[in-house]
């Protein structure tokens, strides 16, 4: 999910608050959108399932937790869209979920942190795309940023580890490796399209997005069977009311509150913790030089995206 090039969310009715005040408010809500995040890769391992169940578990009981909370905020209205916008929101929410489906099959491939900060090259993928399509402009530090970002890719996928022969780079690993970078791809096709809706909120996005999904799967689960009863239907519904539901809610609702700037910053939250968790549960830590790509890749992305708010 990124933020930065999501339609702005109201957020929820709110009392009076000091431009500081709302600032904090923005910063908890998106540290910890941002932490639950982190744990998508726990889930989608515990749950142990084809990466097709997952997700569709996901779009269906994210559909279930974001009705309810339109339903408790009283804002049914902003769900109904122009034929024009709902047609965009439904072609972006399909590459959403395919996006979702590669990095679900990246992880076990890879690891939660890798498969992460692969994805995370979406931004740059979305620049590349508007410079190419949309003829929109971009600064020598944006390019710079780019670069850094990609060298900062390579050795977080454990090139340097690989061509030293610290790490050996098997098939398994780089099938992985290119379905995170598909999923990448298919994340930044998602908010070109979304860009061109107008007066509708990402939150309204997510949940036109969730149905699509629902609506588009249902025939996996129809035809594979279902999870058998157990744990499984437990961390696949967490998927959706965690990481869909409420984590949508917490990230979009601080974006509402904050300046372009420190949002940028924020983001990248998702991906730093989705690292250490990725250390604590499962003890995978990187090496010393995929963690330095790592920086280089987040420091890449954080000036790129300041570059586009200051512009």
Same mark, same amino acid.
């Given at each position: 999910m990124n933020s930065q090039n999501a339609p702005a969310f109201t957020g929820p009715p709110a009392?009076?608050?000091?431009?500081?005040?709302?600032?904090?408010q923005g910063q908890w809500l998106m540290v910890s959108g941002g932490l639950l995040l982190g744990t998508l890769g726990i889930f989608i391992e515990e749950a142990g399932q084809p990466a097709l169940t997952a997700v569709w578990f996901r779009c269906a009981f994210g559909l279930l937790a974001l009705t309810l909370w339109f339903a408790l905020s009283r804002r049914w209205g902003e769900l109904r869209l *122009?034929?024009?916008?709902?047609?965009?929101?439904? *072609? &972006?929410?399909?590459?959403?979920v395919l996006s979702w489906t590669l990095f679900f099959e990246a992880v076990p491939r890879t690891s939660m942190s890798v498969a992460t900060l692969v994805v995370h090259v979406q931004p740059?993928?979305?620049?590349?795309?508007?410079?190419?399509?949309?003829?929109?402009?971009?600064?020598?530090?944006?390019?710079?940023?780019?670069?850094?970002?990609?060298?900062?890719?390579?050795?977080?996928?454990?090139g340097l580890d690989h061509a030293f022969g610290h790490q050996s780079a098997n098939a398994h690993y780089l099938q992985g490796l290119a379905l995170a970078l598909g999923a990448a791809? #298919?994340?930044?096709?998602?908010?070109?399209l979304l860009r061109r809706a107008t007066g509708a909120s990402a939150l309204v996005m997510a949940w036109w997005q969730s149905v699509a999904g629902t609506v588009a799967l249902l025939w996996w689960p129809l035809t594979q069977g279902w999870p058998?009863?157990?744990?499984?239907?437990?961390?696949?519904?967490?998927? &959706?009311?965690?990481?869909?539901?409420?984590?949508?809610?917490?990230?979009? &609702?601080?974006? #509402?509150?904050?300046?372009?700037?420190?949002?940028?910053?924020?983001?990248?939250?998702?991906p730093a913790s989705a690292v250490a968790f990725d250390a604590l549960v499962?003890?995978?830590t990187l090496s010393a030089s995929q963690l330095a790509g790592g920086?280089?890749?987040?420091?890449?992305?954080?000036? #790129? #995206?300041?570059?586009?708010?200051?512009?």
């Open positions: 009392f009076t608050a000091t431009r500081r005040e709302r600032e904090t *122009s034929r024009r916008d709902a047609a965009l929101a439904i *072609s &972006g929410g399909l590459f959403m740059f993928l979305i620049m590349v795309a508007g410079t190419l399509w949309l003829g929109e402009h971009v600064s020598r530090r944006q390019w710079g940023a780019a670069l850094v970002a990609l060298l900062g890719l390579g050795l977080a996928t454990g791809l #298919a994340y930044a096709v998602a908010p070109l058998a009863p157990g744990p499984a239907w437990g961390w696949l519904a967490g998927m &959706g009311v965690v990481h869909t539901g409420l984590a949508y809610v917490l990230v979009y &609702g601080g974006v #509402a509150r904050l300046s372009a700037g420190r949002m940028a910053v924020l983001q990248f939250v998702y499962y003890g995978r920086a280089l890749l987040l420091t890449g992305l954080l000036v #790129a #995206a300041r570059e586009r708010a200051r512009a």
